[in-house]
């Protein structure tokens, strides 16, 4: 750690913030040439881990082989006295000081041709140009919510805030628009039983986005659909065991997250097939995991384990709202 070269040009961008701390961008490396960088500072609420999300990260990509979810590159950790921080500090508002830091590479927008998309379906005729102008608005990430819909008031529609920013496309926004709900459903059924089976963690609060592919955006004319799922922030992610506590932790966090993953025991008929998709991946998946990588452990018993663990999200699937309705317009 500590010998990556960055390169700023110029003031860094504000890319985002959360509970963790916040994203910058503008970072180019030498090294990494040409996968952009971005810094992500931990100076957000306290007992928030960059350290232990570069550690999950950096196994993530090392170890996971995911095939049908991204995520991105884990380059670098920076400490508070990292001196790199006298070159990059010049970069950011002033007041700003040295802290824990991860290097990693930058997941790049959807494509303009997507943002017209969600802008001409969701937002005020009277905001568009605006939208679609600002700077900040390119920088769109499309969180996919397969466990929630959203109800309009179309009287909202027409004042509440609108940003392009972390969009949440809920799914019935997504069955509209005709994108490949199934294909989500199975690429972060993967991407979990990968988690709690091959990393051995909780997947506590990840995120899925639907981004650009790796390589030029620019060149990415493509409509939403085509985009492929990125997972990212790894931060609360924390340790199982391979028993009965494990499979409270990995139910717990399956609840607790934004509602990305389709929900079971849903009335409504497509929703629930999506559930039973995510499930029949899941245990594909886990049980493939396993029988190759049992970690010293029993193959027979930790298959049982891999069932168990769907059986246990539906069995707490009363704790949570089933397909709960958002009547907010924006995030």
């Not at 494509?111 to 009277?126: F, G, H, K, M, Q």
């Not at 690429?187 to 986005?209: G, I, N, S, Y």
């Not at 929900?263 to 029949?280: C, E, M, N, V, Y």
Request: proline share 7%.
């Amino acid at each position: 750690m500590g010998s990556l070269t960055l390169k700023a040009s110029g003031w860094l961008e504000r890319l985002g913030a959360g509970h963790c701390g916040s994203v910058w961008g503008n970072l180019t490396s030498p090294e990494t040439d040409p996968v952009p960088v971005v810094i992500k500072r931990e100076d957000g609420a306290p007992g928030r881990s960059l350290r232990n999300e570069f550690l999950v990260q950096s196994q993530i990509c090392s170890t996971a082989s995911l095939e049908q979810v991204l995520v991105p590159s884990c380059l670098d950790f920076m400490e508070s006295q990292d001196p790199r921080w006298h070159q990059i500090l010049p970069q950011l508002p002033d007041g700003s000081q040295g802290c824990n830091a991860m290097l990693a590479e930058k997941i790049q927008p959807v494509s303009i041709r997507a943002r017209r998309t969600l802008v001409e379906n969701y937002c005020p005729d009277e905001l568009r140009d605006q939208i679609l102008n600002s700077k900040e608005n390119h920088h769109c990430l499309v969180r996919v919510y397969l466990g929630r819909k959203r109800r309009l008031n179309p009287k909202q529609r027409q004042t509440r805030f609108f940003s392009l920013r972390n969009f949440p496309l809920h799914i019935n926004h997504a069955e509209e628009m005709a994108l490949p709900c199934e294909s989500y459903a199975k690429a972060m059924a993967e991407a979990l039983a990968t988690l709690h089976w091959k990393v051995r963690t909780d997947a506590a609060d990840v995120e899925f986005v639907l981004a650009s592919p790796r390589g030029d955006p620019e060149a990415n004319t493509s409509a939403l659909g085509e985009h492929p799922l990125w997972m990212l922030d790894f931060d609360c992610s924390r340790p199982i065991k391979a028993d009965d506590s494990g499979l409270t932790a990995i139910a717990k966090a399956f609840w607790g997250n934004d509602p990305y993953y389709p929900r079971p025991h849903s009335t409504d008929g497509r929703s629930q097939k999506l559930w039973d998709i995510f499930s029949a991946e899941y245990r594909r998946v886990g049980l493939e995991i396993v029988r190759v990588y049992p970690m010293g452990e029993t193959p027979e018993i930790l298959s049982e384990l891999v069932h168990a663990a769907i059986g246990r999200i539906e069995e707490t699937h009363s704790h949570s709202q089933s397909l709960p309705i958002s009547r907010d317009f924006t995030q």
